[in-house]
């Protein structure tokens, strides 16, 4: 497959098919998850169905934050008492010698991602304590050839802090903009000056941090077409290698400190649109690739080469160039993907630090893939990370006759060709320049379990 960067904006299309739906990061999703099913029915099927030859990712979970970012949905704990981490951190180390008698065996950590909460949140000496256990319980890479990778809050990293972490192993970093406007920082109390981030990405480079990724988020309020493309003007000075583009969904009753932000300060929903069409031609124009959904990377990043070679994956931590590895995940609410299992840990860190105390796991929810899920998902994965999908190869894969199979999917397939949203011939389906900022709603088709419910309470509108 060939870069396709070309996005076409169809507001039309944008308009009938903008609907609420997953974002994929697994099928099925996690409304699919069942209290119902044992930690122990979870666990004894993901050991028995993993490749146990296979490499490793694994995530942990830091959940500490010293200030609130009102947009945030995160699972977090706001704190200024730094004393609170320790206690977690030897919890996390509990639950870490525990899972490594499960999954380590002989098999390299090709993949490391820390997320939070702000992982800076803890000290330096904790960080390297915490990367020291990790490697006394896993195999860790010592080669830099990993992707082993932090999300970085830039208030809440100076320049010892970097090196600390180029020093213990890491060779990406994620860091949160959002906008750069002082009155957008202002009303979502982020407020971090552009020199600061700037400061940060200099030192990380000198540092020979491989790749840096930057987050933004349009939909904030005070933003503008205006002031977001000035915004994008100032980070594609900056160049990183990637740049996640999200959607802020406003659900004040969800999510407790969006409360702080005033409906009538946002955007409205033409407006958002309209941030977003300008955003994406401004990155394509700056020479970015459209990694799909809400990500851009530079056509030399380890993503958009994956994406070319028809390996790109997608997990819990997004896009990924690791499909072979299964996921473990540690830390409160962490979700992990183990063989033909997904299962999450206990949401309430008070819940998940008495779970790990009594049982040394918190597993408290999953769900056991069956062969019909295995069949969906290679589909779904396959549209949403290469956005096209080989009838033949899932036959070939799945022993099924793939027309036959999705039956039931015929006529909404040939809905989407007709309005322009995918291209269709006797093997390969194909989404097209309009199709792919629609590619949420694509995969919906192939989805069994979305007619069963109600999907816009529970997921965030596709654009």
């Known amino acids: 497959m060939t870069h396709q960067s070309n996005v076409s904006w169809d507001l039309e299309l944008i308009r009938r098919y903008d609907l609420s739906g997953p974002r994929y990061t697994s099928y099925p999703t996690a409304i699919q998850f069942d209290s119902e099913l044992t930690a122990d029915q979870l666990i004894n099927a993901g050991r028995d169905s993993a490749d146990h030859s296979a490499p490793l990712s694994l995530y942990v ?25 320790q206690p977690y951190l030897d919890t996390l180390y509990q639950e870490m010698a525990q899972l490594s008698t499960w999954y380590r065996d002989e098999r390299t950590v090709n993949q490391l991602h820390w997320g939070g909460g702000t992982p800076t949140f803890i000290s330096d000496e904790q960080m390297r304590e915490l990367m020291q256990a990790l490697r006394n319980n896993f195999n860790l890479r010592d080669d830099d050839k990993g992707d082993y990778s932090i999300e970085i809050d830039p208030r809440e990293a100076g320049d010892d802090t970097l090196a600390v972490l180029r020093e213990i192993g890491f060779n990406r970093i994620s860091l949160g903009v959002q906008d750069v406007n002082p009155l957008v920082q202002q ?48 980070v594609i000075d900056m160049s990183p290698d990637r740049l996640s583009v999200f959607n802020y969904a406003h659900l ?29 031609n401004r990155l394509l124009d700056a020479g970015y690739v459209y990694i799909g959904m809400d990500h851009f990377a530079k056509p030399d990043d380890t993503l958009a080469i994956a994406q070319a070679e028809g390996k790109l994956h997608r997990n819990f931590q997004g896009y990924t160039t690791h499909s072979d590895c299964d996921l473990v995940a540690m830390g ?29 796991h918190a597993v408290k929810r999953g769900v056991m893939l069956n062969p019909d899920d295995h069949i969906r998902r290679a589909v779904i994965t396959a549209l949403i990370c290469q956005f096209e999908v080989s009838k033949s190869m899932i036959e070939k ?27 269709l011939d006797n093997d390969m389906i194909r989404v097209t320049a309009a199709g792919r900022l629609l590619i ?24």
């Open 61 to 85: 979970h830091i959940p500490f934050c010293a200030h609130v970012c009102y947009y945030c949905a995160c699972n977090k704990v706001i704190t200024r008492n730094r004393k609170k981490a």
């Open 187 to 234: 009303a979502v109390n982020r407020i971090q000056p552009t020199e600061q981030v700037a400061a940060v990405l200099d030192r990380s480079r000198t540092l020979g941090f491989k790749s840096i990724n930057m987050d933004l988020i349009y939909g904030l309020p005070h933003q503008s077409e205006q002031s977001f493309a000035d915004t994008l003007e100032t």
């Open 252 to 280: 004040p009753d969800r999510f407790r400190s969006q409360k702080h932000i005033r409906a009538e300060d946002l955007p409205s929903a033409e407006e958002k649109l309209r941030i977003l069409q300008n955003s994406i």
């Open 332 to 360: 409160v609410s962490a979700i992990s993907q183990i063989g033909d299992v997904y299962y999450q840990n206990e949401h309430d860190i008070a819940a998940y630090s008495q779970a790990v105390a009594q049982q040394q």
């Open 397 to 423: 894969r799945f022993a099924i006759a793939f027309d036959s199979y999705f039956g039931a999917e015929q006529a909404e397939l040939q809905q989407f060709a007709a309005d322009g949203l995918i291209e």
């Open 440 to 463: 949420r709603r694509i995969c919906m088709a192939f989805d069994i379990y979305i007619p069963k419910q109600k999907p816009s309470s529970n997921f965030s509108r596709i654009i």
